[in-house]
């Protein structure tokens, strides 16, 4: 089974483990489906980026949407690392779990008025504008609190990150930011304006980028414009260059180039379109390629079946655990936890209990046949599982473990049954 080299996960003893501690053990303390995360993988992943951009001043706004469990949000604050926020919601976590207000910069297309207002009094470093109407309510809000709005234009470059179309961002088909000759034509309302204190521009071309050369593109022409702007009178503190460092699965048919490589082309992007000599602030907003291969889903083998065509391992863990399989048909590494030896390869689709055909966590994956009550490791679920997980069917949501250094540490607890209904009415 392809699985992601990592230092982090192990056999030792024929057992799985991370950072030295039995994954079994921990599954029989918390029971599963159950997540696992190495605080140490954390750790690294923000190192290498951190030294990625050493060439400038800069500042790792975290993806809070990748993984935003309070303990993971404090280790990353206690790095020096920002958040970039998408709701009400995740600014009170980021707030809750540390981070200060002026290393918090806020996204998304649908912001709602109490959004705006909450990040506007709690003095974030900037609300990203995404539109035309957005802008007019953030100046709007502004005015009636007496106070200006730290904003950014979110230009949308039209570059093509050449990744999966769900998670391309900066193409002029896709429903985020702004085409640059609209940012042009606000650009005059928003410095004369008495709300509005434009702090900067940003960007997001997309996720899982295969290669750097469309970030050194849209470096380059995010840093032109900027200086188009500067030209015109805007004061800028800083350039948002937006996320897309990968994270490798274990099923890529070349590896990701490293960070570094990525750090190179968005250092040459800024040189040639000649915004580093003013010394700006620039920001990056890595989201699952910091916390993504720092997480397991332990999930228990609840028995095998087959049909006339296909044999189904199933297993305690489903959709509501990890959907990412189910949405984009994205791949996950699954090990297993007691190390295979001398067993039966067979061919199966890993299945969970939940009423939906769609509820898989790997399809025609081959794998040591596997025994019923056997636990598997689910890899790369230290982001957007827990984020993306439900309560449908009536499931409970999975408690969390997060490992650091000689401890093993419960960070959300199962919930009981009562969590399911507690503030319904009837």
Same mark, same amino acid.
């Given at each position: 089974?392809?699985?992601?080299?990592?230092?982090?996960?192990?056999?030792?003893?024929?057992?799985?483990?991370?950072?030295?501690?039995?994954?079994?053990?921990?599954?029989?303390?918390?029971?599963?489906?159950?997540?696992?995360?190495?605080?140490?993988?954390?750790?690294?992943?923000?190192?290498?980026?951190?030294?990625?951009?050493?060439?400038?001043?800069?500042?790792?706004?975290?993806?809070?949407?990748?993984?935003?469990?309070?303990?993971?949000?404090?280790?990353?604050?206690?790095?020096?690392?920002?958040?970039?926020?998408?709701?009400?919601?995740?600014?009170?976590?980021?707030?809750?779990?540390?981070?200060?207000?002026?290393?918090?910069?806020?996204?998304?297309?649908?912001?709602?008025?109490? &959004?705006?207002?909450? =990040? !506007?009094?709690? %003095?974030?470093? $900037?609300?990203?504008?995404?539109?035309?109407?957005? /802008?007019? *309510?953030?100046?709007?809000?502004?005015?009636?609190?007496?106070?200006?709005?730290?904003?950014?234009?979110?230009?949308?470059?039209?570059?093509?990150?050449?990744?999966?179309?769900?998670?391309?961002?900066?193409?002029?088909?896709?429903?985020?930011?702004?085409?640059?000759?609209?940012?042009?034509?606000?650009?005059?309302?928003?410095?004369?304006?008495?709300?509005?204190?434009?702090?900067?521009?940003?960007?997001?071309?997309?996720?899982?980028?295969?290669?750097?050369?469309?970030?050194?593109?849209?470096?380059?022409?995010?840093?032109?414009?900027?200086?188009?702007?500067?030209?015109?009178?805007?004061?800028?503190?800083?350039?948002?260059?937006?996320?897309?460092?990968?994270?490798?699965?274990?099923?890529?048919?070349?590896?990701?180039?490293?960070?570094? &490589?990525?750090?190179? =082309? !968005?250092?040459? %992007?800024?040189? $040639?379109?000649?915004?580093?000599?003013?010394?700006? /602030?620039? *920001?990056?907003?890595?989201?699952?390629?910091?916390?993504?291969?720092?997480?397991?889903?332990?999930?228990?083998?609840?028995?095998?079946?087959?049909?006339?065509?296909?044999?189904?391992?199933?297993?305690?863990?489903?959709?509501?655990?990890?959907?990412?399989?189910?949405?984009?048909?994205?791949?996950?590494?699954?090990?297993?936890?007691?190390?295979?030896?001398?067993?039966?390869?067979?061919?199966?689709?890993?299945?969970?209990?939940?009423?939906?055909?769609?509820?898989?966590?790997?399809?025609?994956?081959?794998?040591?046949?596997?025994?019923?009550?056997?636990?598997?490791?689910?890899?790369?679920?230290?982001?957007?599982?827990?984020?993306?997980?439900?309560?449908?069917?009536?499931?409970?949501?999975?408690?969390?473990?997060?490992?650091?250094?000689?401890?093993?540490?419960?960070?959300?607890?199962?919930?009981?049954?009562?969590?399911?209904?507690?503030?319904?009415?009837?």
């Amino acid at each position: 089974m392809m699985a992601p080299p990592s230092p982090h996960f192990q056999y030792e003893g024929g057992e799985l483990t991370i950072d030295g501690y039995s994954v079994r053990a921990i599954a029989e303390e918390y029971g599963t489906p159950l997540y696992i995360y190495s605080a140490a993988s954390i750790r690294k992943a923000y190192e290498a980026i951190d030294r990625a951009l050493s060439f400038t001043p800069h500042l790792i706004a975290y993806a809070v949407k990748a993984n935003g469990n309070l303990a993971i949000l404090k280790l990353l604050a206690e790095l020096g690392s920002g958040a970039d926020i998408v709701s009400g919601g995740e600014l009170a976590r980021a707030l809750r779990a540390g981070f200060s207000p002026d290393k918090i910069v806020y996204s998304g297309v649908g912001k709602t008025a109490r &959004e705006l207002r909450e =990040a !506007i009094e709690t %003095g974030i470093r $900037a609300i990203h504008v995404e539109s035309a109407f957005e /802008l007019d *309510l953030i100046e709007s809000i502004a005015d009636s609190i007496g106070t200006k709005a730290r904003i950014a234009f979110r230009v949308n470059p039209n570059v093509d990150p050449q990744t999966h179309p769900y998670i391309s961002t900066g193409l002029h088909s896709s429903k985020f930011g702004i085409p640059i000759d609209e940012v042009e034509s606000l650009l005059p309302r928003t410095l004369k304006s008495s709300s509005l204190d434009l702090v900067g521009l940003t960007m997001h071309i997309g996720s899982q980028l295969g290669s750097p050369a469309p970030l050194a593109e849209a470096s380059e022409l995010l840093g032109r414009f900027a200086l188009k702007c500067m030209e015109r009178g805007a004061q800028f503190e800083s350039l948002d260059i937006g996320g897309g460092w990968p994270l490798a699965y274990g099923n890529e048919s070349d590896p990701y180039p490293p960070p570094s &490589e990525f750090g190179r =082309a !968005i250092r040459r %992007g800024l040189e $040639a379109s000649g915004i580093l000599k003013h010394d700006l /602030l620039i *920001l990056t907003e890595p989201g699952r390629s910091l916390v993504g291969d720092a997480g397991l889903l332990i999930t228990e083998v609840l028995g095998l079946k087959a049909s006339a065509t296909k044999q189904f391992v199933i297993a305690d863990a489903s959709m509501t655990e990890l959907i990412r399989p189910a949405l984009y048909d994205a791949y996950h590494a699954v090990m297993p936890v007691c190390e295979p030896r001398d067993r039966e390869t067979i061919i199966a689709d890993l299945v969970g209990p939940v009423c939906e055909s769609g509820d898989f966590l790997a399809r025609n994956r081959a794998m040591p046949r596997p025994k019923p009550g056997e636990l598997l490791a689910i890899r790369g679920a230290g982001a957007y599982a827990r984020e993306m997980a439900s309560t449908y069917n009536a499931r409970v949501l999975a408690p969390e473990v997060l490992i650091d250094g000689d401890k093993a540490r419960l960070v959300r607890k199962r919930p009981t049954y009562d969590s399911l209904f507690e503030n319904e009415v009837f």
